[in-house]
């Protein structure tokens, strides 16, 4: 990678079939709608992130992957907790 250029996205293989694995895309690039681990938690009314987590862990909230990191799609925690979107 040449100084200057965007970073190449990781190619992941997902080890779950319930987690989706996206490129890497930076939080000022972030499309509405998508929500960070700290704001999904709170959205769901969680107690931590470490909660929220377990839950992943357990398939029981959906989650996609952008390199390293998890992220939301609100209209997926809204049909998780039965909210119109």
Do not use: C, H, K
Not at 4 to 33: F, H, K, Y
Not at 62 to 78: E, I, N, S, T, V
């Amino acid at each position: 990678m040449r100084r200057g250029e965007p970073p190449t996205p990781m190619r992941w293989l997902a080890n779950r079939a319930d987690v989706t694995m996206s490129p890497q895309i930076p939080e000022a690039g972030r499309p509405a709608g998508w929500m960070t681990t700290e704001e999904a938690a709170e959205y769901l009314g969680l107690p931590s992130v470490e909660a929220l987590y377990r839950r992943i862990e357990r398939g029981q909230v959906p989650a996609r992957r952008w390199g390293r990191q998890y992220r939301f799609r609100r209209q997926d925690l809204d049909a998780l907790m039965g909210r119109e979107a």
